[in-house]
């Protein structure tokens, strides 16, 4: 049975992809260099900044001396679209208090950084209802290695098939079925909502009760 919500925070909690798009790129920019929509959609969405940049080295050229301070300028302008844009939704607040007094132990997972994480989930008012969080500070390898789940998982003491992860992108997606616990794939943002969690809930007991 799932006793546990496991979110991704970009995509699925806030919609939250543009802005990392936007301040990469303002910042990639200055240099010359730029991520198509395209690209960002197709390869990139989820991957860390390093990532990232590692990525635009080894196909666009973008020199190595220059990922520190890119890396840098990309968090200040990703801090900047939060305090900006970030604001409560009370879709997505209702969701997790009623999941929370379901007694359901709800965490978020996300490849961002910890300050990043930590002013989305305050600024969209759902800190309060998260037991706690992850990024990808915290672990060694992020998503799409399992190892966040993995870790998320070991710290609630739960089997992973009581654990249901909400994920919106491939990487994300590869992470959860590699960690062994249950997922639930959405498109965007928006088919995040109580009905739809809901329904895997009781699609997977429902498997649960039947094994």
């Known amino acids: 049975m799932i ?8 995509g699925v909690l806030v919609d939250a992809t543009e802005w990392h798009y936007e301040a990469l790129n303002r910042a990639l920019r200055l240099f010359g260099y730029t991520i ?3 690209e960002h959609l197709g390869r990139y969405n989820g991957r860390p900044t390093k990532v990232k940049l590692q990525m635009l080295t080894e196909e666009k050229g973008l020199p190595k001396s220059l990922h520190t301070l890119i890396n840098e300028l990309k968090q200040k302008y990703t801090a900047e679209e939060i305090e ?16 929370g007094a379901q007694h359901y ?27 706690f969080y992850l990024s990808n500070e915290d672990v060694e390898y992020p998503k799409p ?19 249901l992860i909400i994920e919106d992108s491939p ?9 062994g616990a249950r997922i639930m794939g959405v498109k965007n ?23």
Not at 113 to 131: A, D, F, H, P, T
Not at 148 to 157: D, G, H, S, V
Not at 189 to 211: C, L, M, P, Q
């Open 3 to 10: 006793r546990a919500l496991i979110f991704d925070m970009d």
């Open 36 to 38: 198509t929509r395209e």
């Open 84 to 99: 900006k844009q970030c604001r409560p939704d009370l879709e997505k607040i209702k969701m997790l208090r009623s999941f």
């Open 105 to 131: 132990k709800i965490i978020v997972c996300s490849n961002a950084i910890r300050s990043s994480v930590q002013i989305m989930l305050k600024n969209s008012g759902l800190l309060e209802y998260c037991l």
């Open 145 to 163: 290695s399992p190892e966040i789940y993995i870790k998320a998982i070991k710290k609630l003491e739960l089997d992973p098939t009581e654990c």
């Open 171 to 179: 990487l994300g997606i590869q992470a959860a079925k590699a960690s």
């Open 189 to 211: 943002f928006h088919e995040v909502t109580y009905k739809n969690v809901r329904e895997a809930i009781e699609h997977y007991d429902k498997i649960s009760r039947k094994g």
